[in-house]
């Protein structure tokens, strides 16, 4: 079975800094996709970042970006020039390319400081 | 701009109760999920639905049933609440390799 494990269940960092999230995944398949959705305060969860685990280039969509490590199974998140916007709950996912089902991390609770 | 409802924001029942969780998406999208919300343990699958009248089992179906009469509307039901249900409960829809998009979410309280 597919797991996804997010290590940090809390962190915060000052507005305009550098933030990077962790996540780490297992799967004995080669074809799936990664995706970050962010929940802010009592608000819907969106989807933030999408990769296609056949593409080696890091995706990227304005001030977020992820680390891709495809060998080490690592999928991690970085957010560039923080801001107060940002403060929610981030979640990790993963979705086989043969499968329907989506498995997510159990989250970490980024705090963006003024 | 896909769009995914959920009937109600909030909602308080009595134990017992047999309760209706709604959601509706306006996509098309074949795939359809319920998720259960609570803190620390992040977002654990209920049930989900590749096409109308089809459903399968998540992680944790036990006490919940689900309906899908329609493409577009997925329902959650509750046979007899009790209060471990008391929750955040998600419901998404997908068109698969795109990720799923979520509803507002509907949080239950069991009394």
């Known amino acids: 079975a597919q797991t996804v494990t997010q290590s940090q269940p809390e962190m915060s960092v000052q507005e305009a800094e550098t933030v990077t999230l962790s996540c780490t995944y297992d799967?004995?398949?080669?074809?799936?996709?990664l995706f970050w959705y962010k929940q802010p305060p009592s608000r819907q969860m969106i989807l933030v970042i999408r990769?296609?685990?056949?593409?080696?280039q890091n995706a990227t969509e304005n001030r977020f970006s992820v680390n891709f490590q495809k060998a080490a199974k690592s999928f991690s998140l970085k957010i560039s020039d923080s801001q107060l916007g940002d403060t929610a709950m981030y979640f990790c996912a993963f979705l086989l390319n043969r499968d329907d089902k989506i498995i997510f991390g159990k989250g970490t609770r980024l705090h963006i400081l003024p | 701009d896909v769009k995914v409802t959920q009937s109600s924001r909030y909602l308080v029942k009595r134990t017992g109760e047999k309760v209706f969780l709604e959601c509706v998406q306006d996509?098309?999208?074949?795939?359809m999920f319920w998720y259960r919300q609570d803190p620390g343990l992040g977002l654990r699958l209920i049930y989900f639905?590749?096409?109308?009248?089809?459903?399968e089992k998540g992680d944790i179906p036990e006490g919940y049933s689900v309906s899908r009469e329609k493409k577009e509307r997925f329902s959650l039901i509750l046979e007899s609440a009790s209060t471990n249900q008391t929750s955040m409960y998600l419901c998404?829809?997908?068109?698969?390799?795109?990720?799923?998009?979520f509803g507002q979410g509907t949080r239950l309280t069991v009394v």
């Open positions: 996509m098309d999208h074949e795939n």
């Open positions: 639905s590749y096409d109308v009248k089809m459903k």
């Open positions: 990769q296609e685990a056949y593409k080696q």
């Open positions: 799967t004995s398949e080669n074809n799936y996709y």
């Open positions: 998404a829809s997908s068109a698969r390799l795109l990720g799923a998009f």
